[in-house]
Protein backbone atom coordinates (compact mmCIF):
# COMPACT_ATOMS: atom_id res chain seq x y z
CA UNK A 1 0.00 0.00 0.00
CA UNK A 2 0.52 3.97 -0.19
CA UNK A 3 2.26 4.09 -3.53
CA UNK A 4 -0.36 6.18 -5.70
CA UNK A 5 -1.59 5.17 -9.13
CA UNK A 6 -0.30 7.65 -11.57
CA UNK A 7 -3.37 8.95 -13.48
CA UNK A 8 -0.88 10.65 -16.14
CA UNK A 9 -0.11 6.64 -16.94
CA UNK A 10 -4.05 7.03 -17.61
CA UNK A 11 -4.26 9.68 -19.44
CA UNK A 12 -1.50 9.24 -22.26
CA UNK A 13 -3.67 5.92 -23.05
CA UNK A 14 -6.59 8.03 -22.87
CA UNK A 15 -5.85 11.40 -24.62
CA UNK A 16 -9.18 11.51 -27.11
CA UNK A 17 -10.84 11.51 -23.87
CA UNK A 18 -9.34 13.97 -21.85
CA UNK A 19 -12.83 15.42 -21.26
CA UNK A 20 -13.43 12.37 -18.74
CA UNK A 21 -10.07 12.27 -17.91
CA UNK A 22 -10.11 15.87 -16.64
CA UNK A 23 -13.64 15.98 -15.13
CA UNK A 24 -13.24 13.14 -13.14
CA UNK A 25 -9.77 13.72 -12.09
CA UNK A 26 -10.05 14.78 -8.48
CA UNK A 27 -13.06 11.80 -7.59
CA UNK A 28 -10.33 9.32 -9.62
CA UNK A 29 -7.86 10.36 -6.84
CA UNK A 30 -10.29 9.41 -4.41
CA UNK A 31 -11.45 5.83 -6.49
CA UNK A 32 -7.22 5.36 -7.03
CA UNK A 33 -6.23 5.59 -3.16
CA UNK A 34 -9.61 3.24 -2.36
CA UNK A 35 -8.35 0.69 -5.15
CA UNK A 36 -5.26 0.41 -3.29
CA UNK A 37 -6.63 0.36 0.23
CA UNK A 38 -9.28 -2.52 -0.14
CA UNK A 39 -6.87 -4.30 -2.39
CA UNK A 40 -4.63 -4.69 1.28
CA UNK A 41 -5.08 -7.70 3.16
CA UNK A 42 -2.55 -9.24 6.12
CA UNK A 43 -1.97 -12.04 3.84
CA UNK A 44 0.88 -10.76 2.22
CA UNK A 45 0.05 -12.40 -1.10
CA UNK A 46 -2.86 -10.78 -1.69
CA UNK A 47 -1.80 -7.31 -2.15
CA UNK A 48 1.49 -8.36 -3.85
CA UNK A 49 -0.70 -10.18 -6.83
CA UNK A 50 -3.34 -7.87 -7.37
CA UNK A 51 -0.87 -4.48 -6.39
CA UNK A 52 0.96 -5.97 -9.87
CA UNK A 53 -2.30 -5.82 -11.96
CA UNK A 54 -3.65 -2.57 -10.43
CA UNK A 55 -0.38 -0.55 -10.71
CA UNK A 56 0.02 -1.64 -14.23
CA UNK A 57 -1.33 1.09 -15.85
CA UNK A 58 -5.11 -0.16 -16.76
CA UNK A 59 -7.07 2.54 -18.54
CA UNK A 60 -9.43 2.79 -15.76
CA UNK A 61 -12.22 3.37 -18.41
CA UNK A 62 -15.20 1.81 -16.22
CA UNK A 63 -15.09 3.59 -13.24
CA UNK A 64 -14.65 7.12 -14.47
CA UNK A 65 -17.85 5.68 -16.72
CA UNK A 66 -19.53 5.74 -12.85
CA UNK A 67 -18.33 8.41 -11.72
CA UNK A 68 -19.62 10.51 -14.43
CA UNK A 69 -23.01 8.98 -14.97
CA UNK A 70 -23.42 10.34 -11.27
CA UNK A 71 -21.92 13.68 -11.21
CA UNK A 72 -23.52 14.61 -14.63
CA UNK A 73 -26.81 14.23 -12.34
CA UNK A 74 -25.46 16.18 -9.83
CA UNK A 75 -24.52 13.86 -7.66
CA UNK A 76 -22.30 15.05 -4.24
CA UNK A 77 -21.60 12.40 -2.23
CA UNK A 78 -19.51 9.66 -1.83
CA UNK A 79 -21.47 6.71 -2.52
CA UNK A 80 -20.00 7.21 -6.33
CA UNK A 81 -16.55 6.34 -5.36
CA UNK A 82 -17.16 3.38 -4.05
CA UNK A 83 -19.42 1.60 -6.74
CA UNK A 84 -16.67 2.60 -9.13
CA UNK A 85 -14.13 0.88 -7.02
CA UNK A 86 -16.31 -2.12 -6.99
CA UNK A 87 -16.46 -1.72 -10.76
CA UNK A 88 -12.56 -1.73 -11.24
CA UNK A 89 -12.29 -4.67 -8.49
CA UNK A 90 -14.43 -6.71 -10.88
CA UNK A 91 -12.83 -5.79 -13.92
CA UNK A 92 -9.74 -6.75 -12.36
CA UNK A 93 -10.86 -10.14 -10.68
CA UNK A 94 -12.24 -10.94 -14.24
CA UNK A 95 -8.64 -9.56 -16.12
CA UNK A 96 -6.59 -12.39 -13.33
CA UNK A 97 -9.27 -14.89 -14.17
CA UNK A 98 -9.52 -14.52 -17.84
CA UNK A 99 -5.60 -14.80 -17.85
CA UNK A 100 -5.81 -18.71 -16.56
CA UNK A 101 -8.57 -19.29 -18.55
CA UNK A 102 -6.45 -18.15 -21.47
CA UNK A 103 -3.19 -19.33 -20.48
CA UNK A 104 -2.07 -15.87 -21.04
CA UNK A 105 1.66 -14.35 -20.75
CA UNK A 106 1.10 -11.02 -21.55
CA UNK A 107 -1.42 -8.45 -19.59
CA UNK A 108 -0.67 -4.47 -20.16
CA UNK A 109 2.72 -4.76 -21.33
CA UNK A 110 3.93 -6.99 -18.20
CA UNK A 111 4.13 -10.87 -17.53
CA UNK A 112 0.53 -11.97 -16.23
CA UNK A 113 -0.03 -12.74 -12.23
CA UNK A 114 -0.20 -16.59 -13.56
CA UNK A 115 3.20 -16.66 -14.74
CA UNK A 116 4.59 -15.00 -11.95
CA UNK A 117 2.69 -16.71 -8.77
CA UNK A 118 0.57 -19.64 -11.00
CA UNK A 119 -3.03 -19.98 -11.79
CA UNK A 120 -4.00 -20.71 -7.87
CA UNK A 121 -3.19 -17.94 -6.47
CA UNK A 122 -5.00 -15.75 -9.63
CA UNK A 123 -7.85 -17.42 -9.35
CA UNK A 124 -8.15 -16.43 -5.62
CA UNK A 125 -6.68 -12.77 -5.51
CA UNK A 126 -9.20 -12.91 -8.37
CA UNK A 127 -11.83 -13.94 -5.91
CA UNK A 128 -10.79 -11.95 -2.96
CA UNK A 129 -11.10 -8.57 -4.88
CA UNK A 130 -14.85 -9.65 -6.15
CA UNK A 131 -15.43 -9.84 -2.69
CA UNK A 132 -14.67 -6.76 -1.24
CA UNK A 133 -16.00 -5.53 -4.04
CA UNK A 134 -19.53 -6.70 -3.06
CA UNK A 135 -18.08 -5.39 0.86
CA UNK A 136 -18.24 -1.67 -1.01
CA UNK A 137 -21.82 -2.56 -2.53
CA UNK A 138 -23.45 -3.19 0.79
CA UNK A 139 -21.27 -0.12 2.52
CA UNK A 140 -23.03 1.96 -0.16
CA UNK A 141 -26.48 0.10 0.98
CA UNK A 142 -28.18 0.95 -2.16
CA UNK A 143 -30.36 -2.56 -2.97
CA UNK A 144 -30.62 -1.60 -6.64
CA UNK A 145 -27.00 -0.75 -6.93
CA UNK A 146 -26.37 -4.65 -5.47
CA UNK A 147 -28.91 -5.75 -8.09
CA UNK A 148 -27.07 -4.03 -10.75
CA UNK A 149 -24.02 -5.48 -10.24
CA UNK A 150 -24.25 -8.63 -8.29
CA UNK A 151 -26.66 -9.65 -11.91
CA UNK A 152 -23.47 -8.16 -14.34
CA UNK A 153 -20.92 -10.16 -12.28
CA UNK A 154 -23.07 -13.32 -12.98
CA UNK A 155 -23.89 -12.73 -16.48
CA UNK A 156 -19.94 -11.74 -17.02
CA UNK A 157 -19.48 -15.57 -15.84
CA UNK A 158 -21.63 -16.30 -17.98
CA UNK A 159 -20.71 -14.60 -20.94
CA UNK A 160 -16.95 -16.63 -19.99
CA UNK A 161 -18.70 -20.05 -19.60
CA UNK A 162 -20.63 -19.85 -22.93
CA UNK A 163 -17.21 -18.52 -24.97
CA UNK A 164 -15.98 -21.32 -23.11
CA UNK A 165 -18.88 -23.96 -24.75
CA UNK A 166 -18.50 -22.47 -28.48
CA UNK A 167 -14.63 -22.75 -28.72
CA UNK A 168 -13.52 -24.09 -31.44
CA UNK A 169 -16.40 -24.48 -33.15
CA UNK A 170 -16.45 -22.87 -36.63
CA UNK A 171 -20.35 -23.09 -36.45
CA UNK A 172 -20.38 -20.23 -34.28
CA UNK A 173 -23.15 -17.63 -35.58
CA UNK A 174 -22.55 -14.37 -35.21
CA UNK A 175 -25.44 -14.14 -32.90
CA UNK A 176 -23.67 -16.91 -30.42
CA UNK A 177 -20.89 -14.49 -30.80
CA UNK A 178 -22.71 -11.41 -29.53
CA UNK A 179 -24.29 -13.09 -26.99
CA UNK A 180 -21.04 -13.88 -25.40
CA UNK A 181 -19.35 -10.41 -26.07
CA UNK A 182 -23.10 -9.07 -24.50
CA UNK A 183 -22.12 -10.44 -21.38
CA UNK A 184 -18.46 -10.67 -20.83
CA UNK A 185 -18.05 -7.42 -21.60
CA UNK A 186 -21.03 -5.27 -22.45
CA UNK A 187 -22.72 -6.12 -18.98
CA UNK A 188 -20.27 -4.49 -16.94
CA UNK A 189 -19.87 -1.17 -19.07
CA UNK A 190 -23.98 -0.81 -18.70
CA UNK A 191 -23.66 -1.57 -14.75
CA UNK A 192 -21.21 1.13 -14.78
CA UNK A 193 -23.30 3.66 -16.54
CA UNK A 194 -25.97 2.45 -14.76
CA UNK A 195 -25.26 2.42 -11.37
CA UNK A 196 -24.28 6.46 -11.08
CA UNK A 197 -28.21 7.64 -12.28
CA UNK A 198 -28.69 4.95 -9.37
CA UNK A 199 -27.29 6.87 -6.73
CA UNK A 200 -28.01 10.08 -8.28
CA UNK A 201 -31.88 8.95 -7.85
CA UNK A 202 -32.91 9.98 -11.22
CA UNK A 203 -35.76 8.64 -12.75
CA UNK A 204 -36.08 5.02 -14.51
CA UNK A 205 -35.42 6.04 -18.21
CA UNK A 206 -32.86 8.40 -17.11
CA UNK A 207 -31.52 4.68 -16.05
CA UNK A 208 -32.06 3.14 -18.94
CA UNK A 209 -30.61 5.20 -21.18
CA UNK A 210 -26.96 5.52 -19.82
CA UNK A 211 -27.54 1.39 -18.71
CA UNK A 212 -28.41 1.64 -22.89
CA UNK A 213 -25.04 3.49 -23.26
CA UNK A 214 -23.27 1.63 -21.55
CA UNK A 215 -24.55 -1.83 -23.08
CA UNK A 216 -23.69 -0.12 -27.01
CA UNK A 217 -20.44 1.32 -26.02
CA UNK A 218 -19.15 -2.32 -24.30
CA UNK A 219 -20.37 -3.49 -27.67
CA UNK A 220 -18.13 -1.42 -29.53
CA UNK A 221 -15.57 -1.36 -27.43
CA UNK A 222 -15.17 -5.74 -27.43
CA UNK A 223 -15.82 -5.60 -31.47
CA UNK A 224 -12.90 -3.04 -31.78
CA UNK A 225 -10.66 -5.41 -29.35
CA UNK A 226 -11.24 -8.47 -31.42
CA UNK A 227 -10.22 -6.21 -34.58
CA UNK A 228 -6.84 -5.17 -32.85
CA UNK A 229 -5.68 -8.71 -31.59
CA UNK A 230 -5.60 -9.01 -35.95
CA UNK A 231 -4.79 -5.62 -36.80
CA UNK A 232 -2.96 -3.75 -33.84
CA UNK A 233 0.22 -4.03 -32.51
CA UNK A 234 1.39 -5.99 -29.23
CA UNK A 235 3.42 -3.16 -28.18
CA UNK A 236 0.32 -0.42 -27.99
CA UNK A 237 -1.89 -3.26 -26.62
CA UNK A 238 0.27 -4.97 -24.08
CA UNK A 239 -0.94 -8.26 -25.27
CA UNK A 240 0.18 -10.77 -27.56
CA UNK A 241 -2.11 -10.08 -30.64
CA UNK A 242 -3.09 -13.26 -32.56
CA UNK A 243 -3.93 -14.94 -29.50
CA UNK A 244 -7.16 -15.27 -29.93
CA UNK A 245 -6.91 -17.84 -33.01
CA UNK A 246 -4.02 -19.22 -31.33
CA UNK A 247 -6.51 -19.97 -28.43
CA UNK A 248 -9.48 -21.07 -31.42
CA UNK A 249 -11.21 -18.12 -29.93
CA UNK A 250 -13.81 -17.11 -32.95
CA UNK A 251 -14.51 -13.75 -33.23
CA UNK A 252 -16.27 -11.88 -35.87
CA UNK A 253 -13.68 -11.33 -37.91
CA UNK A 254 -13.58 -14.84 -38.18
CA UNK A 255 -17.31 -15.77 -38.06
CA UNK A 256 -17.39 -13.21 -41.26
CA UNK A 257 -14.03 -14.62 -43.30
CA UNK A 258 -15.14 -18.19 -43.30
CA UNK A 259 -18.81 -17.74 -43.68
CA UNK A 260 -17.74 -15.33 -46.99
CA UNK A 261 -15.03 -18.29 -47.95
CA UNK A 262 -14.85 -20.97 -50.31
CA UNK A 263 -15.00 -24.97 -49.53
CA UNK A 264 -11.25 -24.79 -49.68
CA UNK A 265 -11.09 -21.78 -47.17
CA UNK A 266 -13.77 -22.92 -44.47
CA UNK A 267 -12.12 -26.42 -44.70
CA UNK A 268 -9.04 -24.28 -43.50
CA UNK A 269 -10.43 -22.22 -40.94
CA UNK A 270 -11.77 -25.65 -39.23
CA UNK A 271 -8.13 -27.39 -39.44
CA UNK A 272 -6.60 -23.99 -38.14
CA UNK A 273 -9.25 -23.39 -34.99
CA UNK A 274 -11.13 -26.86 -34.18
CA UNK A 275 -7.97 -28.76 -35.10
CA UNK A 276 -5.55 -26.17 -33.36
CA UNK A 277 -3.01 -25.99 -36.15
CA UNK A 278 -2.64 -22.53 -35.33
CA UNK A 279 1.03 -22.00 -36.42
CA UNK A 280 2.61 -18.48 -37.62
CA UNK A 281 2.29 -19.26 -41.51
CA UNK A 282 -1.83 -20.37 -40.47
CA UNK A 283 -1.95 -17.07 -38.97
CA UNK A 284 -0.99 -15.49 -41.93
CA UNK A 285 -2.93 -17.27 -43.97
CA UNK A 286 -5.94 -16.25 -42.04
CA UNK A 287 -4.75 -12.80 -41.81
CA UNK A 288 -4.87 -13.07 -45.42
CA UNK A 289 -8.51 -14.70 -45.43
CA UNK A 290 -9.34 -12.11 -43.09
CA UNK A 291 -8.46 -9.06 -45.39
CA UNK A 292 -9.72 -10.81 -48.67
CA UNK A 293 -13.10 -10.91 -47.17
CA UNK A 294 -13.35 -7.56 -45.40
CA UNK A 295 -13.62 -9.27 -42.14
CA UNK A 296 -12.01 -6.35 -39.91
CA UNK A 297 -13.69 -3.90 -42.16
CA UNK A 298 -17.11 -5.17 -41.24
CA UNK A 299 -16.47 -5.70 -37.33
CA UNK A 300 -15.25 -2.07 -37.66
CA UNK A 301 -18.59 -1.15 -39.15
CA UNK A 302 -20.90 -3.05 -36.40
CA UNK A 303 -18.81 -1.36 -33.30
CA UNK A 304 -19.28 1.96 -35.49
CA UNK A 305 -23.25 0.68 -35.30
CA UNK A 306 -23.28 0.09 -31.85
CA UNK A 307 -21.36 3.55 -31.33
CA UNK A 308 -24.15 5.42 -32.84
CA UNK A 309 -27.14 3.55 -30.59
CA UNK A 310 -25.14 4.52 -27.54
CA UNK A 311 -25.16 8.33 -28.67
CA UNK A 312 -28.82 7.91 -30.00
CA UNK A 313 -29.15 6.80 -25.96
CA UNK A 314 -27.82 9.68 -24.30
CA UNK A 315 -29.38 12.55 -26.95
CA UNK A 316 -32.86 13.32 -24.62
CA UNK A 317 -30.37 14.11 -21.90
CA UNK A 318 -29.49 17.64 -21.04
CA UNK A 319 -26.70 19.05 -22.83
CA UNK A 320 -23.71 19.16 -20.35
CA UNK A 321 -19.58 18.67 -20.11
CA UNK A 322 -20.00 15.40 -18.49
CA UNK A 323 -22.35 14.05 -21.43
CA UNK A 324 -19.94 15.85 -24.13
CA UNK A 325 -17.26 13.60 -22.51
CA UNK A 326 -19.48 10.42 -22.27
CA UNK A 327 -20.05 11.12 -26.11
CA UNK A 328 -16.30 11.47 -26.61
CA UNK A 329 -15.91 8.43 -25.03
CA UNK A 330 -17.41 6.20 -27.96
CA UNK A 331 -15.27 8.35 -30.44
CA UNK A 332 -12.30 6.34 -28.82
CA UNK A 333 -13.78 3.29 -28.29
CA UNK A 334 -13.23 3.33 -32.51
CA UNK A 335 -10.24 5.58 -32.24
CA UNK A 336 -8.10 3.10 -30.53
CA UNK A 337 -7.81 1.25 -33.90
CA UNK A 338 -5.24 4.31 -34.93
C1 LIG B 1 -13.02 -6.25 -22.06
C2 LIG B 1 -11.78 -6.33 -22.42
C3 LIG B 1 -11.48 -6.19 -23.84
C4 LIG B 1 -10.69 -6.58 -21.46
C5 LIG B 1 -9.71 -5.46 -21.43
O1 LIG B 1 -10.34 -4.29 -21.02
P1 LIG B 1 -9.55 -2.92 -21.01
O2 LIG B 1 -8.94 -2.65 -22.36
O3 LIG B 1 -10.45 -1.83 -20.48
O4 LIG B 1 -8.39 -3.21 -19.98
P2 LIG B 1 -7.48 -2.23 -19.11
O5 LIG B 1 -7.39 -0.88 -19.74
O6 LIG B 1 -8.13 -2.17 -17.75
O7 LIG B 1 -6.14 -2.92 -19.04
Not at 288 to 297: D, Q, S
Request: hydrophobic share 40%; glycine share 8%.
Amino acid sequence: MGVVIPLEESKNKLASVKPLVDLTRPDMERVNQLILSKAGSDVQMIPEVANHLISSGGKRLRPMLTLASASMFGYEGDHHIKLATSVEFMHTATLLHDDVVDESDLRRGKSTARTIWGNQASVLVGDFLLGQAFRMMVDVGSLDALDVLSTAASVIAEGEVLQLSVAKNMETTEDDYLQVIRAKTAALFAAAAEVGPIVAKTDKATRSALKSYGMNLGLAFQLVDDVLDYGGKSADLGKNTGDDFREGKITLPVILSYRRGTQDERAFWRNAIEKGESSDENLEKALGLITKYNGLGDTIGRATHYGTIARDALAPLPESPWKNALLEVIDFCIERLN
